[in-house]
């Protein structure tokens, strides 16, 4: 009876089993995309970006409010020694003192100061604080770029690793069997000895190979799972096809137009040549008078006002308007202006420097991508000679009319050009990667 439960409890859950089993698997899988976004996500340059964009938010805010009134409250209580003789004077009403001793004071105000004009420089600080903001999005671009970059190649030089290791453990396994073939026929005094040692040095060969396969996918993978904030030792499956480009061939000129429209970088310039130009116009507003209005209600014991002093609070108030102008900044501020505008020419260069280094690297991008497509070309041509040859050396060497070293040598040929055609493909899908990296 409970062997019977038993087998059916193992028949009801093995589709759970089995599931479990499947997705467990399936987890482990990364494709490219799924690794950009993890990589992304993980990223603590653009959660520091993230950070800064929030600064910079509040920043905008802190330079709006200082448009806003002034206001201050001050409160100050005073005791004070009682060894100062009071002054009298005597006039016909009677006697008049004129510093009665208060010693206990207090003085206390609520001030309310209203900027009303200064030459621009509030919009002018808000403008720039504004414009930093920004800066700090194209920034942010940039270090999304420069991450989804190093992701990428690191995922296809894990991928092209991956596809050499299959290879050359199949050319291990074909190899051995052919060991296996070899020592019978050794046996049976239809092969010399050292031909089997020729074909067991080229198996340790494959092995030497596969362990230094072994040691780099290692490092790879621990790089990988580093960037997508994965513990390092966490397994990772890779597709088996590459990845699809779904986007069309464009003309260099129209891929240097893009990048020198979409590129972070000369928006981050062009954004930088707009802060100098209201710098200027903030360094001239220095030159400007300013004129603020101020209302001001004190509540003092005693309070000065009054003659002579009485010992009671007493609530007075006034209201005016404040004009200050630094002349000096007229005849100082000219170098500072000065300064402003070759900052301006200078920034003019620098953009300049960029678009000429930004269309030398799609260039040489574009050129690349050619070149690695012609070497796929060639590559599968290699990939159909070097088969045939090995097909032929290996019905040979079975029928015992070749060498172990003809043998070898097309085995080799065959293994290289495969590794070889695997590389290609995977640099030119990289290539076009990088190609549209480097427009955006």
């Not at 070097?386 to 043998?407: C, I, M, Q, S, V």
Request: glycine residues 2%; proline residues 3%; hydrophobic residues 40%.
């Amino acid at each position: 009876m409970s062997k019977r439960l038993n087998g059916h409890y193992f028949w009801v859950l093995m589709p759970f089993l089995w599931y479990q089993t499947i997705h467990a698997q399936s987890s482990f899988l990364l494709p490219l995309e799924q690794a950009l976004t993890e990589g992304l996500s993980h990223s603590s340059q653009l959660k520091s970006d993230a950070l800064a964009q929030k600064i910079a938010s509040s920043k905008i805010v802190q330079t709006r409010q200082l448009s806003l009134p002034q206001v201050s409250l001050s409160a100050s209580y005073l005791r004070l020694s009682d060894n100062i003789e009071p002054f009298r004077v005597n006039f016909p009403t009677g006697e008049v003192t004129l510093n009665p001793q208060i010693l206990n004071q207090s003085y206390n105000a609520l001030q309310v100061r209203q900027l009303i004009w200064n030459g621009g420089k509030l919009r002018y600080a808000n403008e720039l604080a504004q414009l930093e903001e920004k800066v700090n999005s194209t920034e942010t671009a940039q270090h999304k770029n420069q991450i989804e970059a190093n992701i990428t190649s690191i995922w296809y030089q894990l991928y092209a690793l991956r596809q050499a290791k299959k290879l050359l453990q199949h050319s291990l396994d074909l190899l051995n069997s052919q060991i296996t073939d070899a020592k019978n026929r050794l046996a049976q005094g239809l092969l010399l000895e050292n031909e089997l040692l020729k074909i067991e040095l080229a198996s340790m060969n494959l092995e030497t190979r596969l362990a230094e396969m072994k040691h780099t996918d290692d490092l790879l993978c621990f790089q990988l799972n580093t960037l997508l904030g994965r513990t390092q030792d966490s397994p990772i499956e890779l597709p088996v096809s590459l990845p699809s480009n779904n986007e069309e061939d464009q003309s260099l000129q129209t891929l240097i137009s893009k990048a020198h429209a979409d590129r972070p970088e000369l928006s981050n310039l062009a954004i930088r040549q707009q802060q100098v130009a209201i710098n200027e116009r903030l360094t001239r507003s220095d030159r400007a008078p300013s004129l603020s209005a101020g209302f001001s209600y004190n509540y003092d014991l005693p309070n000065q006002r009054l003659f002579p002093n009485q010992n009671v609070f007493t609530g007075t108030w006034n209201l005016g308007v404040f004009f200050q102008w630094n002349l000096s900044e007229l005849y100082q501020g000219k170098e500072k202006i000065n300064e402003q505008s070759l900052k301006s020419l200078q920034l003019e260069q620098v953009v300049n420097q960029a678009k000429e280094g930004i269309a030398m690297e799609v260039n040489a991008r574009f050129r690349h991508l050619q070149s690695v497509r012609e070497q796929v070309k060639f590559a599968e041509k290699a990939l159909v000679q070097a088969r045939k040859n090995y097909e032929l050396e290996e019905n040979r060497f079975r029928a015992g009319t070749t060498t172990a070293t003809d043998f070898l040598a097309a085995n080799t040929q065959f293994l290289n050009a495969e590794v070889d055609q695997v590389n290609a493909s995977a640099n030119a899908s990289l290539a076009f990667r990088q190609l549209l990296q480097s427009i955006r």
